[in-house]
């Protein structure tokens, strides 16, 4: 499975941004998704998975009530819609696949994209 990660960008504090992860190779039906993010010298953290048939998600204490996790099987796309943004949401946001459920751990997820640059300004 090979993942893309878009959508990311430079927004206000407050303002909203919506993550796109495509994946091509093989259908993300069947996977576990979730999303992850880096900032700078910080170490990686759990933002929020979503389970492959879509009913139910988690959520890091930290963005929930302000993301949404979601997915669309038919178009092979899972999406983090991401409102009241903080500067401190500032980062690398990533998405994983995990072949058999999901997973807080980043350890457990088999597949990853290549990161997408959040920046929000105070």
């Known amino acids: 499975v090979q993942l893309q990660a878009s959508g990311g960008g430079l927004v206000q504090a407050g303002g909203s941004l919506r993550l796109s992860c495509a994946a091509s190779?093989?259908?993300?039906?069947?996977?576990?998704m979730g999303w992850f993010r880096q900032a700078p010298g910080k170490e990686r953290e759990f933002v929020a998975n979503i389970r492959w048939s879509g009913d139910s998600t988690y959520y890091a204490d930290s963005v929930k009530g302000r993301f949404t996790i979601s997915r669309d099987n038919a178009k092979n796309t899972v999406y983090l819609q991401m409102n009241s943004l903080k500067p401190e949401d500032t980062a690398v946001y990533y998405c994983?696949?995990?072949?058999?459920?999901?997973?807080?751990?980043?350890?457990?997820?088999?597949?990853w994209g290549q990161g997408t640059l959040v920046t929000v300004s105070s």
């Open positions: 994983a696949a995990r072949r058999y459920g999901v997973s807080y751990s980043g350890d457990d997820y088999d597949y």
């Open positions: 190779g093989r259908t993300l039906s069947v996977y576990g």
